[in-house]
C-alpha cells in the first residue's frame, strides 16, 4: 500500500463542536470556487444556492447598500473539501451578499458543514 505525502493544514470547527478538521493544505490554499450553479458543489449546497438566490431576488428591488463591500465570500468545509462561495454564485451584489451572510452561515452548519468563515472588508 503506497501512502502519498500531503499535508495537511488543522482546522478548528467552529460549529460549536470544538473538533480539529484536516484537509489537504492544497484544498486550503485552493478552494473549490463556487461562482455559479455550474460550479462543482455537493447537491445540498446546490439546494441552499437556489434558496439564497431567491432571497436576493426578494429584496433586490429594495435593496439599499449601507456600506461599501470591496469582497465578501464564505470559506466552508463540506466532506473535508473547501470550497469559496462568491456572491455571484446566487447573483448578488458584495452588500447583498453581506446582507445575508448570517443567514448563509446558519444555512451551512445546519447542513453539516463544521467550519464556515465569512470574509469582508470595505471597499
Known sequence: MSFVNHK???L????????EIWVAEEEWMRPRDIISEGSEMPHEVMGLLKKWSKEINQIRSDFQSKADIGC???DFVYDSSVYKLQPGAIAATKDMFHHIAEV????????GCPYIR???DFD
Open 104 to 111: 448563509i452561515q446558519k444555512d451551512l452548519k445546519q447542513i
Open 12 to 19: 478548528r470547527s467552529n460549529d460549536g463542536k470544538n473538533q
Open 8 to 10: 495537511l493544514h488543522m
Open 118 to 120: 465569512y470574509h469582508w
Open 72 to 74: 465578501a465570500h464564505v
